[in-house]
Nanobody, 122 residues
């Protein structure tokens, strides 16, 4: 069964950090680009970061540049999203997804995870 499973979400205070994980099963991530997306209540889904697993090249939304870092471990078939200096506006459900195309949030994505909740609040 082909699937992506996110983990690592939770409640954190403003200024805090979280690391999200996206583990793949049934396929190898090194042939895909992996994107992290988020969706807050009442808002459209937003692309946050993506990585080309083969080259390691990355791309970030302006809203998270300098605070979030995406990385991959092909040996573990897992992609991570390190989130630092978190703000209340980062509160959302975070999803990872895999695409056969390239690192960009406007391309079609083939597989999606179920999402993990991130809440930034004091």
């Amino acid at each position: 069964q082909l699937q992506l499973v996110e983990s690592g979400g939770g409640l954190v205070q403003p200024g805090g950090s979280l690391r999200l994980s996206c583990a793949a099963s049934g396929f190898t991530l090194d042939r895909y680009a992996i994107g992290w997306f988020r969706q807050a209540p009442g808002k459209e889904r937003e692309g946050v970061a993506c990585i080309n697993s083969s080259s390691g090249s990355t791309n970030y939304a302006d809203s998270v540049k300098g605070r979030f870092t995406i990385s991959g471990d092909n040996a573990k078939n897992t992609v991570y999203l390190q989130m630092n200096s978190l703000k209340p506006e980062d509160t959302a459900v975070y999803y990872c997804a895999a695409t056969r195309y390239y690192c960009a949030h406007y391309v079609p994505y083939d597989y999606w995870g179920q999402g993990t909740q991130v809440t930034v609040s004091s």
